[in-house]
């Protein structure tokens, strides 16, 4: 008769998995539907895990992925506005992080043991009877900021855990978050591209696209924007009011690209540089462009009430349009790459953008954006003199 314990035997084969795991970069929901599995496998008591991990991003403070034997695989995200919420500022995982705790363990069944934060009133009313928390850090470094992991366990068992189950819990909790490191540290470098770079950059640098000069031709609509007057605000609008009035018009020009299918390349001080790749489909690409464009003014247009009340100025938005092929990739030196657009087909597009105040338009396009788009409501205004152009350029406005 084998003296081979089944329970051990499919924690070992969990804990090989999870280095398998880790070494793909696996997902986090991969990892935690992993674990689960095994552990119900080996009889653990375990009826539901919660894992949290830290990310980088702009809007986002933390991503967790949660399993029970009710919903099975769910996940959501925590966003650094909720850090202000009266749940979390009472919550054992913020006590555990701002303290250093790294474990934490409650019978819920126990009344005397409920008691310290709300949330465990809460747990053991949904018929939870056992809770354990390992608070997991990463990194050694404690001048920088605080990396790492938060992996509850709980379960529903009239006896709560037993002494085996703790045991198990531990050390799983700790291979676990070994496994999902590598997978989320790739996740935290791709949503830093996306949001620093764009996404199609972004995956390109991920990818490998590294090198300067590494660039490839495309075809694509160039739409320039820039806010009027800000040079001026930014001289009579005090530095953090400036910031929040730029912030504000940011908000309300940049999601109407995104939207449309465009990459924001580059951010111009007060505007910015977008691309609408062609993809066969001029038309396609120059319609998603123009919409975006005059979404992108009406919507700045529309802060105008909301600023005055707070005695900030309403900068309108002037933006150009042109089409073009660009070449797209790594442009730098010394170590400092960017991944832009660069060209003839930029240079008219900014050119062009300059001539919206004084032609007293919002929004301008050139010839060969108006012939590709085919769209009637673009009438010309006249032929006018382009730096560096040797001819008169014909320029387009809405009519």
């Known amino acids: 008769m084998s003296d081979v314990d089944p329970a051990a035997a499919i924690i070992r084969a969990l804990e090989t998995d999870l280095v398998g795991m880790a070494l793909r970069r696996a997902p986090l929901d991969d990892v935690v539907e992993r674990v689960a599995t095994a552990l119900c496998e080996a009889g653990v008591r375990v009826s539901q895990i919660r894992l949290a991990a830290r990310t980088l991003h702009p809007a986002i403070d933390a991503i967790g992925v949660s399993w029970s034997t009710v919903a099975g695989i769910e996940t959501g995200v925590f966003r650094h506005s909720e850090s202000r919420g009266a749940a979390w500022l009472r919550s054992p995982l913020k006590y555990m992080i701002e303290t250093g705790t790294t474990r934490m363990r409650r019978r819920l069944a126990d009344p005397a043991e409920r008691t310290g934060f709300d949330v465990f009133e809460e747990l053991a009313a949904q018929g939870n009877t056992d809770y354990l928390a390992q608070l997991i850090v990463v990194g050694d470094d404690p001048r920088t900021r605080r990396e790492g992991l938060i992996v509850r366990w709980f379960t529903k068992h009239p006896a709560g855990f037993r002494d085996s189950d703790i045991a198990i819990l531990e050390n799983v909790g700790l ?6 490191l590598p997978g989320l540290e790739r996740s935290i470098s791709r949503n830093l591209l996306e949001a620093y770079v764009g996404p199609r950059a972004g995956t390109q640098i991920l990818e490998g696209s590294v090198q300067p000069g590494e660039t490839e031709a495309m075809d694509a609509v160039i739409l320039i924007t820039d806010l009027a007057g800000f040079t001026a605000a930014s001289d009579a609008v005090p530095g953090e009011r400036l910031v929040d009035l730029l912030d504000r018009h940011m908000d309300a020009m940049v999601p109407p690209v995104a939207a449309r299918g ?4 580059a951010f111009l001080g ?6 609408f790749e062609l993809a066969g489909d001029p038309a396609r690409a120059c319609a998603a462009a123009l919409e975006a464009a005059t979404a ?15 005695g900030l100025p309403a900068l309108p938005l ?10 797209y990739g790594n442009v730098g030196a010394g170590g400092r790459q960017a991944f832009t ?23 301008l396009a050139s010839e060969a954006f108006a012939t590709a788009s085919g769209d009637r ?7 006018h003199p382009i730096r560096g152009m040797a001819e008169p350029v014909t320029l387009f406005a809405l009519g």
């Open 341 to 363: 657009v660069i060209g003839p087909a930029v240079n008219l597009a900014s050119r062009i953008e300059a001539l919206c105040r004084p032609l007293g338009h919002r929004l």
């Open 270 to 275: 007060d505007g910015f540089l977008a691309a």
């Open 262 to 265: 465009g990459e924001i390349l």
């Open 318 to 327: 002037e933006a150009a349009l042109h089409v073009g092929t660009v070449r």
């Open 296 to 310: 992108a003014i009406d919507r700045v247009a529309a802060l105008a009430p909301a600023l005055a009340e707070d």
């Open 377 to 383: 409501r673009l009438r010309p205004v006249g032929d």
């Open 175 to 180: 291979c676990a978050a070994a496994a999902a």
